[in-house]
């Protein structure tokens, strides 16, 4: 059974360049977040993302961040014109149920650091 | 005022100790509570919920105060192993909110 995956592990860009991570849920789970770490902090809630639908968004910059999850393929976090503060780790998790006890399982993460 | 605050730590330990640490949340409506571990440049992963009744998981066990609004972990018999990031993190709805972490080292 394979976790949840996120491609690239590691990625590098220039300020004003796009960053597009992607997350791969777990075998069944239709339901994704995104959540971002920065040093020394905990990780923080950006968006949850059902099938074709975004369900919340409230954790996300109103500017430069984007999201999806479209019926086929992986969820995308897209963030346009990345500026030095993106620089952070990007989590995916996925879990079966949006339920407040359903467990959310991680995938290994995507380290974003802009140049 | 942060969701759920947490020591930081430092928490440096011979193998064999009894270490525990806490946090408090500031959410009364959380409704779920657990421990994640997370090794350096990991992703976490879910060590333990947390019971009102107080739960264990073998050298592990947690602790809920709703009242109080306060979490805790302690771990017995260290091992090198359990040298790691503690989060705790409390879950109102889907979002998770985790603290900023507790660095436990686990010293041979």
């Known amino acids: 059974n394979a976790g949840v995956m996120q491609n690239p592990r590691h ?28 040093p020394e902090e905990g990780l923080k809630f950006m968006v949850y993302l059902q099938k074709e639908n975004i369900i919340d968004e409230s954790g996300m910059p109103k500017e430069r961040f984007s999201a999806e999850f479209p019926k086929e393929g992986p969820s995308i976090l897209r963030i346009q014109q990345v500026v030095r503060g993106d620089s952070a780790a990007y989590f995916c998790a996925s879990s079966l149920s949006g339920g407040a006890a359903d467990t959310q399982y991680f995938g290994p993460g995507t380290r974003l650091t802009v140049l | 005022r942060k969701e759920v605050e947490q020591d930081p730590g430092p928490f440096n330990v011979p193998e064999g100790a009894t270490v525990a640490f806490n946090c408090t949340y500031s959410n009364s409506a959380s409704q779920s509570f657990f421990w994640y571990r997370q090794d350096c440049r990991k992703e976490p992963k879910l060590l333990m919920s947390v019971y009102s009744s107080g739960n264990e998981d073998g050298r592990f066990t947690a602790q809920l105060n709703r009242a109080s609004q306060y979490i805790s972990l302690l771990i017995r018999d260290s091992k090198l192993s359990d040298s790691a990031t503690y989060h705790c993190v409390v879950n109102g709805d889907y979002k998770l909110s985790f603290g900023a972490g507790t660095t436990v080292t686990v010293r041979a």
């Open chain 1, 11 to 38: 990625l590098v860009r220039r300020r004003g360049q796009e960053a597009r991570l992607r997350c791969s849920p777990m075998k069944g789970h239709s339901h994704v977040y995104w959540y971002r770490q920065l």
